[in-house]
C-alpha cells in the first residue's frame, strides 16, 4: 500500500508540473527576453549625468558568421523589401492601441530626392554648404581606393554614434507622445538597421563589423567617446577599409508637423538616405585628406542612384569632420528620419547595402 500511494503521489506531481508548463511556457520566451533585455540595458547606461570623459565604453562588436561566399546573383527584390516577422508583429500591436492614444501632432511625408541640390554631376546631386569648389565630377570619375584584399576578412565597420536614436511603428500619419524617438532596444533603431546592412553584406561574402555599443547615454561627448571605441576596432581589425556612422535624420516643419523623406521604390516605400561628407573648412581643421571621403560618397551616391533611382536624398557635403578624418572611406549616414518607419528604414538599409556591395565588387 505503501508503494502504490508513492506512485499515485508521483503521478499527481507529474500531472501539476505538466498543468504548469502548459500554462506558463507559451509566454516564456516573451518574459525571458524581456528580463535580459532589462539587465542589459542596465549594465549598457550609467545615469544621465553621470558621464566621465576619461572613460571610454568598450565596443560590442557582432559579425554574422560564417561569412558566406560572395553571391552569383544579386539578392530578388522580394527579398530586399520583405519585413521581418518581428517588424510586422510590433505594427499589429501598435495598431491595437492607437485606438486609445491621442496624436501629439501629424507626419509629412517629402520626396527630398533634389531638396537644395547646388550641384548635379550625372545621376547624382549633392548640396555644397562648403566655400570650397572642388572638381565634383573629376572625384567622380576617379572614385575612391578601396583594396579589400580578402572579401571575407572585415572590410566595413558599422557603428553609431547617436546609438539610441529610432522610429516610428506605423505608416499612419500620426506620432504619439506615448512614442518618444529614441529607444535603449536594439531592436526598433539605427542599431537594428545597422544589423540589417551587416547581414546584407555578409551575404554578398563582404566581412563586416558591427559595433553596438551605446555612445550617447549622455548626447554631449557621443562624437569623442565613439572615437575611441573606432579607434580600439581599426586596430583590431586593420583590414577594415570603410567606417559608416548610421544614424537618422529629425526635423519639424511646425512643433506638431514632423518631416519625414520617403519614396517608393519597386512598389514599397522605402526612408530617403542621405550621405554626409565633410571637409576642412570654415575653421575645421585636422582634416586633409577629406577628398578621399568625398571620392567615396560621390561613388556610393551614384552606385546607389542606378540601383534605386529616388533612394537618395542630395549628397550633403559640409563644413563638418564627426570623426570622418579617421578613414579615408569614412562617412556619416543618415537613413531617414524620426518620422520614418523602422520597415522603411531598414528596407532603405538594405538597398544602401546591396549597392555598396557592387561597389566593393566593382573596386
Given at each position: 500500500m505503501r508503494d502504490r500511494k508513492g506512485v499515485a503521489d508521483l503521478l499527481a506531481a507529474g500531472l501539476c508540473l505538466l498543468i504548469t508548463c502548459t500554462l506558463i511556457l507559451p509566454n516564456s520566451r516573451r518574459l525571458t527576453e524581456g528580463v535580459h533585455r532589462f539587465i542589459d540595458t542596465r549594465q549598457q547606461l550609467p545615469p544621465i549625468g553621470a558621464e566621465d570623459p576619461s572613460v571610454s565604453p568598450t565596443p560590442e562588436t557582432e559579425t554574422t558568421a560564417p561569412v558566406q561566399e560572395p553571391?552569383?546573383?544579386p539578392p530578388s527584390a522580394a527579398d530586399?523589401?520583405?519585413t521581418p516577422a518581428d517588424v510586422l508583429q510590433a505594427?499589429?500591436?501598435?495598431r491595437e492601441k492607437?485606438?486609445?492614444?491621442t496624436p501629439a501632432g501629424t507626419v509629412k511625408e517629402s520626396d527630398m530626392h533634389s531638396a537644395g541640390a547646388t550641384d548635379t554631376v550625372g545621376n547624382?546631386?549633392?548640396k555644397n554648404t562648403t566655400s570650397l569648389h572642388p572638381d565634383l565630377r573629376q572625384l567622380l570619375e576617379e572614385g575612391p581606393v578601396l583594396d579589400p584584399a580578402d572579401r571575407s576578412a572585415p572590410a566595413v565597420l558599422i557603428f553609431h554614434t547617436h546609438t539610441?536614436?529610432?522610429?516610428?511603428t506605423l505608416d499612419n500619419g500620426y506620432f504619439y507622445k506615448e512614442y518618444p524617438t529614441r529607444t535603449q532596444d536594439p531592436e526598433q533603431g539605427v542599431v537594428r538597421v545597422g544589423s540589417e546592412i551587416c547581414t546584407a553584406l555578409e551575404a554578398r561574402g563582404i566581412g563586416c563589423i558591427h559595433d553596438t555599443a551605446v555612445y550617447d547615454e549622455s548626447y554631449n561627448g557621443a562624437y569623442a567617446r565613439s572615437r575611441i571605441g573606432i579607434e580600439k576596432i581599426l586596430a583590431q581589425y586593420p583590414t577594415i577599409r570603410i567606417v559608416l556612422d548610421v544614424h537618422r535624420d529629425a526635423f519639424f516643419y511646425d512643433e506638431d508637423v514632423m518631416g519625414k523623406p520617403a519614396a517608393r521604390i519597386g512598389g514599397k516605400k522605402a526612408a530617403q538616405?542621405?550621405?554626409i561628407s565633410g571637409a576642412e573648412d570654415s575653421g575645421i581643421t585636422g582634416f586633409p585628406d577629406w577628398e578621399d571621403n568625398l571620392r567615396f560618397a560621390l561613388r556610393l551616391q551614384e552606385y546607389a542612384e542606378a540601383a534605386a533611382p529616388g533612394l537618395m536624398?542630395?549628397?550633403y557635403f559640409c563644413p563638418r569632420k564627426y570623426n570622418m578624418d579617421i578613414c579615408p572611406c569614412s562617412l556619416l549616414l543618415e537613413i531617414g528620419s524620426d518620422a520614418n518607419t523602422l520597415e522603411e528604414a531598414i528596407y532603405a538599409g538594405r538597398l544602401l547595402a546591396a549597392a555598396l556591395a557592387d561597389l566593393i565588387d566593382d573596386a
Open positions: 553571391s552569383s546573383d530586399l523589401a520583405s505594427q499589429a500591436e501598435m492607437t485606438g486609445t492614444l547624382i546631386r549633392i539610441s536614436e529610432s522610429y516610428l538616405i542621405m550621405i536624398r542630395p549628397l
